[in-house]
């Protein structure tokens, strides 16, 4: 359904619905994006979802969407919305089903030319080392008190079980963990999910990717992020597999007996909420950052996987590749952080949906040694094209809570594209791109083939024109595995 309201022009990247589009709406919305790009954004819900994001109890600025933003459960995808710690509400529909999503980001001492006649081995160890796909088992063996020590200490419990090093977590959003975090908010079920699926990829839109670095856009930020034209990287891009799926569906019927119960009147169902310092809201903000703390440790030992796959191939060890992490990032969250509302500092919860952190040079959350250029922002675009490397900028506190976009966006929706698209094609292109691909299924193949998603070098200059985050550079993907 086409947006048919208002939509003010702000400025050359945005656009404002005015409060009062929609009749509950407490904030205005204001999207992110370019001329060019306003009538695919237009063409389904999204924008409208995002003035419904403005009727949400306790939202302080404005619901923001990123440029790539598009269609989700209650919040659209790209949405990010802040609201009082104190008198707000939180919604599950406002982090999504897959908490903490995210991307990290490893770079090598290793340059392209040393990829020659060792890049199918490579991506073929890897393959096997990091379980992938629907439905894939990781490590398979955990205990149930093991299970509540991941949801407890994320990232932290898989380096004391040997799964990286010490070092990951410095560059690591929150250190790895969310210290919220109380396992006996979350399910039996939901436990039962997680402990097989931990260490693993997963399917959909995840992927691990192999890319040299093909420009530089910030000769300082990169070397500050080590990043070197030329050189080597991996990337990665899964989450909290079914724990966190699980998580999300527990909450939000909670959620939804709260607001009948209490007769709040939301303009669409699925933005079901609860004040943050309600029992159901309390629980679910800790159940949520035991999610976010398993999708960590995932990402954390699919690291190690890497890791041992590379030395395996090359005869050195990890260090001696210089295999250290750049950063690790969440896409699907919701934090307590401080801004600056209507002139004052204050303490709000932000939902990111399908966006990232951005913090700027300077702020004491971006690690110490990137503090002085600003947080990396890692932005993968569709396989064919790879992932941009950002850095934070002022005016992301300024206009967006601190935020950026997270990808390129989709602009077709699976079920087109598996109408319309055969995997056939998709790896011809991929062959004829040069690019190595190994894929779980057909059908996933399809479902995120690059023609389904929005141009990422659109969706980048709009980011950095608004000044939420600056180009540092630009990565090209030589192999590419997707559950």
Known sequence: MSWKGDLERVDEFRWRIPKGSVPCMRADAVIFASESMLPSISEDNSILQAANVACLPGIVGSSVAMPDVHWGYGFPIGGVAAVDAKTGFISPGGIGFDINCGVRLIRTDLREKDLAGKLGSLMDTIYANVPSGLGSKG????????????LKDGSRWAVENGFGWDDDLDVTENGGRMSGADPSKVSDKAKERGIPQLGSLGSGNHFLELDIVDEVFDEGAAETFGLEKGTVTVTVHCGSRGCGHQIATDYIQEMERYVRKHSISLPDPQLACAPLDSKEGADYFAAMSCGANYAWANRQMITHWVRESFEKVFGSTAEDLGMNMVYDVAHNIAKKELHKVDGRETEVLVHRKGATRAFPAGHPDVPERYRAVGQP??????????????????????LSFGSSCHGAGRRMSRKAALRSIKASDVKADMKRYGIFLRSGSDGGLVEEAPQTYKDVEEVVSVVSGSGLAGKVARLRPVGVIKG
């Open 377 to 398: 922002v890692i932005v993968p675009g569709d396989m064919s094209v790879g992932t941009y490397v950002l850095m934070g900028l002022q005016g992301s506190m300024d």
């Open 139 to 150: 490590l398979g063996r955990l205990t149930r008190d093991q299970i509540d020590r991941v």
